[in-house]
């Protein structure tokens, strides 16, 4: 039930590009990307939902493939600031409770200048 | 606009001891989430909260772990008779009512250290 996301960790140098990516094997409603740094709480970057409503920072962008059952974080031009574990927190299509998000292990980024 | 506010942000206990944790929502925020984050792990869900209500408590530990989102004050993570595999960050989030979906905004984690 738990995301699995790929890769588990990733080094970049300022200015690449890097993909996360998030699946599920479970239908979907929602996908909920953050970001967190160590010792702090994560920051929220972005949502999808079902549908192709998308909610976040204008500098990230993400894809979520309903069928699939699979998003992607997308950064571009990575900077200092980037560095951090992201997390995908998936909800699921499913009656009853709904709002709790079920977290993958993480993929810890680096940037380096 | 004050965020998520969580207290206290560390705290020691004894094994046996009582833990309590304490999270405020963002103004206007009426549902309160608790997660529980192990080191260099993910975040795990535990209990989801309404004023007054538990809406889903399914990772929750059966055993020792209550929750509450009284109808004033702050919600309530309590850890009855700590153990030292309890220690952890605690993270709670907030989020407006979800319609549609909203983002879930964090607090700064209650770091719990049982000796």
């Known amino acids: 039930q738990q995301p699995v996301q790929s890769p588990q960790a990733v080094i970049l140098r300022e200015g690449e590009d890097a993909v996360i990516n998030c699946s599920s094997s479970k239908a979907l409603y929602s996908v909920h990307w953050y970001r967190q740094k160590h010792g702090e709480a994560p920051v929220f970057l972005m949502i999808?939902?079902?549908?192709?409503e998308q909610k976040g920072h204008e500098k990230i962008s993400a894809s979520f493939n309903e069928k699939k059952q699979q998003s992607s974080l997308y950064l571009t031009a990575s900077q200092l600031s980037y560095s951090g574990t992201y997390f995908c927190g998936t909800e699921g299509n499913y009656g009853g409770s709904q709002g709790n998000l079920i977290f993958g292990k993480g993929t810890k980024l680096s940037v380096k200048p | 606009n004050a965020g998520v506010m969580q207290n206290p942000r560390h705290l020691v206990r004894r094994r046996g001891q009582e833990a309590r944790l304490r999270c405020s929502p963002m103004?206007?925020?009426?549902?309160v989430y608790w997660y529980r984050q192990l080191p260099e792990e993910g975040l795990k869900f535990m209990v989801y909260?309404?004023?007054?209500?538990?809406?889903?408590e399914s990772g929750m530990p059966k055993e020792r772990f209550s929750a509450e989102f009284p109808k004033e004050g702050p919600s309530i993570l309590r850890i009855q008779q700590v153990v030292r595999g309890d220690s952890a960050a605690y993270f709670c989030?907030?989020?407006?009512?979800?319609?549609?979906?909203?983002?879930?905004?964090f607090g700064p984690g209650t770091r719990l250290t049982v000796l």
């Open positions: 989030a907030s989020s407006p009512p979800m319609t549609p979906r909203n983002e879930q905004f």
């Open positions: 103004k206007g925020h009426s549902h």
């Open positions: 999808l939902l079902k549908g192709g």
């Open positions: 909260l309404q004023k007054e209500n538990i809406i889903d």
